[in-house]
Each structure stands twice: as structure tokens, then as C-alpha cells.
């Protein structure tokens, strides 16, 4: 019996855990590769579909591979200008798996 009932508090746990994020604020997002447009690299596509460009992306702790998705919390920057233009730039402030 308290094997079943162990069980069914892992699972309850796992459950509850799923599509929840570490950050604040996050929202979904998936890494989009976009080298294929000049000057372009890895970007970030939202749910939503609008691609952003990552200005520290070396400071990620996920590394930035096509397709994988997570949760991002993120600020604009201001004043920033690039050559690929697919995008607005933006800074990550918090990134975790989905």
C-alpha cells in the first residue's frame, strides 16, 4: 500500500511540474536557426511567431540548438541596431527547458 501511495506522489508531482517554467514572466519559445538569411544566426521564435535576436546568447545556460524549445523571460534593448533584421534584439534575463 505504501508503495502505491509513493507512487502516486511522484506522479501527481511529475504531473504538476510539466509546462511550468523557472521564470517569471516567461513565455513559450523555440530556438530557430536563421543562418540562412545574411547576417543572421540562432534566433528565438515566440509562440506567437515573432522571431527575436539574442544579444547574450553566450551566456545561456541551454544551449542554443534548432527546434528546442523553452520558457524565456526577456527585455528589449533599445538603441541596438543589426544586419540581419529578422528581429527585434532583445536580452534574455531567465531561460529554462519545455
Excluded at 508531482?13 to 544566426?41: E, I, Q
Excluded at 534548432?66 to 543589426?82: A, F, P, R, T
Aim: glycine letters at 8%; hydrophobic letters at 40%.
Amino acid at each position: 500500500m505504501k508503495k502505491i501511495i509513493g507512487l502516486i506522489l511522484i506522479a501527481t508531482t511529475l504531473l504538476c511540474a510539466c509546462g511550468k517554467s523557472d521564470c517569471k514572466d516567461a513565455v513559450p519559445a523555440k530556438f530557430k536557426d536563421m543562418t540562412g538569411l545574411d547576417g543572421c544566426g540562432m534566433m528565438v521564435e515566440l509562440s506567437n511567431g515573432k522571431r527575436v535576436e539574442i544579444s547574450n546568447i553566450n551566456e545561456l545556460t541551454i544551449p542554443p540548438i534548432d527546434g528546442v524549445k523553452v520558457w524565456i523571460s526577456y527585455h528589449e534593448l533599445e538603441n541596438m541596431v543589426s544586419i540581419c533584421m529578422a528581429g527585434e534584439i532583445v536580452k534574455i534575463d531567465c531561460i529554462s527547458e519545455r
